[in-house]
């Protein structure tokens, strides 16, 4: 194995990780505060780290040139509409023990990608591939029917970031430049939010709780941080190992969620889980397959 794609395994296998468990267990840690004000911290923090990134590695010009094409600004904005809409989605399970539907989101997510790629992009397909994306369509039928067993969660997360990932295929924009732009576009919707929830007094960020106003503003890093040692892990180890990489992220979602968390777990999720993850088996497959003929 050459040395770059060994590292680049590391990269993506760290990012993966971090997306798994200390995310996880720094968001848990941060429930405190509630879903909307998490939702609102993520984004304010996430926009301003991204604002140092890009100071640090001198992406300003990219920045710019971006912000002067229109029809790239208008895809951006959908995109952190729904980045927002996932995030929302995404902390309202951890906070209301739900990760092992989280899970199943992105179990589903990267074959709801080769399905939305398939359909709107015309993107080449095989038999492997069509079979992973009909025990998806299964799996979620199958849950469906034993409604009280369907993971909402999940499938808003995975049918979110499935359609951000299509619309950001659509336009050339390196990730980490994207999601400045996006952040800062949804920013102010959250300082409004947070205006109005802290007529109240319903908030827990102060400046006079330095302690409280540092844990929420990790919330920025907790993001960026793991986006780029994952984007770094493409980079060297390129996209087919990076794809398999990814499966870390769900596989610890659900092992925190199932075993540390103690959620309910029922036996329509378990057949639904399982069906999932022979998908999620075919997919890698195929994955590996593509690798090997590249």
């Given at each position: 194995?050459?040395?770059?794609?060994?590292?680049?395994?590391?990269?993506?296998a760290?990012?993966?990780?971090w997306?798994?468990?200390?995310?996880?267990?720094?968001?848990?840690?941060?429930?405190?505060?509630?879903?909307?004000?998490?939702?609102?911290?993520?984004?304010?923090?996430?926009?301003?780290?991204l604002?140092?990134?890009?100071?640090?590695?001198?992406?300003?010009?990219?920045?710019?040139?971006?912000?002067?094409?229109?029809?790239?600004?208008?895809?951006?904005?959908?995109?952190?509409?729904?980045?927002f809409?996932?995030?929302?989605?995404?902390?309202?399970?951890?906070?209301?023990?739900?990760?092992?539907?989280?899970?199943?989101g992105?179990?589903?997510?990267?074959?709801?990608?080769?399905?939305f790629?398939?359909?709107?992009?015309?993107?080449?397909?095989?038999?492997?591939?069509?079979?992973?994306?009909?025990?998806?369509?299964?799996?979620?039928?199958?849950?469906?029917?034993?409604?009280?067993?369907?993971?909402?969660?999940?499938?808003?997360?995975?049918?979110?970031?499935?359609?951000?990932?299509?619309l950001?295929?659509k336009?050339?924009v390196?990730?980490?430049?994207?999601?400045?732009?996006?952040?800062?576009?949804?920013?102010?919707?959250?300082?409004?939010?947070?205006?109005?929830?802290?007529?109240?007094?319903?908030y827990?960020?102060?400046?006079?709780?330095?302690?409280?106003a540092?844990?929420l503003?990790?919330?920025?890093p907790?993001?960026?941080?793991?986006l780029?040692?994952?984007?770094?892990g493409?980079?060297?180890?390129?996209?087919?190992?990076?794809?398999?990489?990814?499966f870390?992220?769900?596989?610890?979602?659900?092992?925190?969620?199932?075993?540390?968390?103690?959620?309910?777990?029922?036996?329509?999720?378990?057949?639904?889980?399982?069906?999932?993850?022979?998908?999620?088996?075919?997919?890698?497959?195929d994955?590996?397959?593509?690798?090997i003929?590249?």
């Amino acid at each position: 194995m050459k040395k770059n794609t060994l590292h680049g395994i590391l990269y993506g296998a760290s990012g993966s990780l971090w997306w798994g468990t200390l995310g996880v267990l720094y968001f848990k840690s941060a429930a405190f505060a509630g879903p909307i004000e998490l939702v609102i911290h993520r984004t304010v923090w996430t926009a301003f780290t991204l604002i140092i990134t890009t100071s640090l590695f001198s992406k300003w010009n990219i920045f710019f040139s971006i912000a002067k094409k229109r029809k790239q600004l208008i895809y951006l904005l959908i995109t952190g509409i729904l980045i927002f809409c996932n995030w929302s989605t995404w902390i309202y399970a951890v906070v209301t023990n739900k990760l092992i539907d989280a899970s199943f989101g992105y179990f589903i997510m990267p074959i709801l990608s080769v399905f939305f790629g398939i359909i709107f992009l015309q993107e080449t397909y095989n038999k492997q591939k069509i079979l992973s994306v009909s025990l998806v369509i299964i799996s979620i039928i199958y849950l469906l029917i034993n409604f009280g067993s369907v993971p909402w969660t999940g499938l808003i997360v995975a049918f979110t970031w499935a359609t951000y990932s299509l619309l950001r295929k659509k336009i050339n924009v390196e990730s980490d430049i994207g999601l400045l732009i996006e952040s800062l576009f949804v920013t102010p919707i959250a300082l409004i939010v947070f205006y109005f929830i802290s007529l109240d007094g319903n908030y827990y960020f102060s400046l006079t709780d330095p302690k409280i106003a540092f844990w929420l503003f990790l919330a920025g890093p907790m993001t960026v941080v793991p986006l780029f040692l994952f984007l770094k892990g493409v980079e060297l180890a390129g996209l087919g190992n990076s794809g398999m990489i990814f499966f870390i992220t769900p596989t610890c979602q659900f092992l925190l969620g199932l075993f540390y968390y103690n959620e309910y777990f029922d036996f329509n999720k378990l057949i639904g889980f399982i069906i999932i993850w022979i998908a999620v088996a075919i997919y890698l497959h195929d994955l590996s397959r593509e690798k090997i003929r590249n």
